[in-house]
């Protein structure tokens, strides 16, 4: 089994994010969020990106968490296929910690045995992401 070097790219993307129905009522004085995700992305990921987040608001302003699945089918780096993204965050204090990792064997077509992580900042409201993966030879 044969891995290709790690490679980083850079890009940007849109998001729409659509409130649903929460399968949940909060009984406390956390608001609780569901929302669908409808993403674009461009650069060397030219893809779309569907998925499914779920957060919570805590009263204190500053703290708040959500997790999110999100599909993103279309083509990286010139090859075609699909891949799940797990997300993570974390908001305490001011202090964030935003987790995007790949799931492992969630990729399809060109991109099966794709592993890596996801970072998301947003500049002047501007989303931007950093991706750096790699992929393994799936052909043993």
């Known amino acids: 089994?044969?891995?290709?070097q790690l490679k980083k790219i850079?890009?940007?993307?849109?998001?729409?994010?659509?409130?649903?129905?929460?399968?949940v009522e909060s009984n406390s004085s956390?608001?609780?969020n569901r929302m669908l995700l409808?993403?674009?992305?461009?650069?060397?990921?030219?893809a779309t990106g569907k998925g499914e987040m779920l957060s919570v608001r805590t009263p204190v302003?500053?703290?708040a968490g959500y997790?999110?699945?999100e599909q993103v089918a279309g083509e990286l780096d010139g090859k075609k296929g699909s891949f799940v993204l797990q997300h993570f965050?974390?908001?305490s204090g001011g202090n964030n910690r935003l987790i995007l990792e790949v799931v492992p064997d969630s990729g399809t077509g060109e991109l099966k045995g794709l592993s890596g992580?996801?970072?998301?900042?947003?500049?002047?409201?501007?989303?931007y992401y950093d991706f750096e993966y790699q992929l393994r030879d799936e052909t043993y």
Do not use: C, W
């Not at 850079?10 to 399968?23: H, I, Y």
């Not at 409808?38 to 030219?46: F, Q, V």
């Not at 992580?117 to 989303?127: F, L, S, V």
């Open 117 to 127: 992580t996801m970072e998301i900042r947003i500049e002047e409201g501007q989303h």
């Open 89 to 91: 965050g974390v908001m």
């Open 1 to 4: 089994m044969e891995t290709t």
């Open 67 to 69: 997790v999110a699945l």
């Open 38 to 46: 409808n993403k674009a992305y461009h650069g060397d990921l030219k």
């Open 61 to 63: 302003e500053t703290s």
């Open 10 to 23: 850079s890009g940007t993307f849109d998001v729409k994010m659509e409130p649903t129905e929460f399968s």
């Open 30 to 32: 956390n608001g609780f």
